[in-house]
């Protein structure tokens, strides 16, 4: 079993900055691969960016190519997204997960992932 708490969320302007944080339980976080997602009100659950366990590859959706980094601490068990250049549009509830396997033709899909945080509430104002 996998604990992930995320933390971060906020109201931010448009073209400001966040850096979200997802803290996972259990020594074995080195060995999972990662992913965020968000959703909007109304809306599905999508993929924004995922890391493999070592952070050799990276993955990002195409809206949020060049503005979002993620990566990893394994030492703290923590893997953060780094928001810049927010806009209106990148509002929603975010949420970090765990892959037991990641590729490019499946990191985006919800079924990749085992366990889920509760999410954390990123709000862009214009």
């Known amino acids: 079993q996998v604990q992930l708490v995320e933390s971060g969320g906020g109201l931010v302007q448009a073209g400001g900055s966040l850096r979200l944080s997802c803290a996972a339980s259990?020594?074995?976080?080195?060995?999972?691969?990662m992913g965020w997602f968000r959703q909007a009100p109304g809306k599905e659950r999508d993929f924004v960016a995922g890391?493999?366990?070592?952070?050799?590859?990276?993955y990002y959706a195409d809206s949020v190519k060049g503005r979002f980094t993620i990566s990893r601490d394994n030492a703290k068990n923590t893997v953060y997204l780094q928001m810049n250049s927010l806009k209106p549009e990148d509002t929603a509830v975010y949420f970090c997960?765990?892959?037991?396997?990641?590729?490019?033709?499946?990191?985006?899909?919800?079924?990749?992932?085992?366990?889920w945080g509760q999410g954390t509430q990123v709000t862009v104002s214009s």
């Open positions: 890391i493999t366990w070592n952070a050799g590859n990276t």
């Open positions: 997960a765990t892959a037991s396997v990641m590729t490019r033709t499946i990191v985006n899909r919800i079924s990749s992932y085992n366990y």
């Open positions: 259990g020594r074995t976080f080195s060995t999972y691969n």
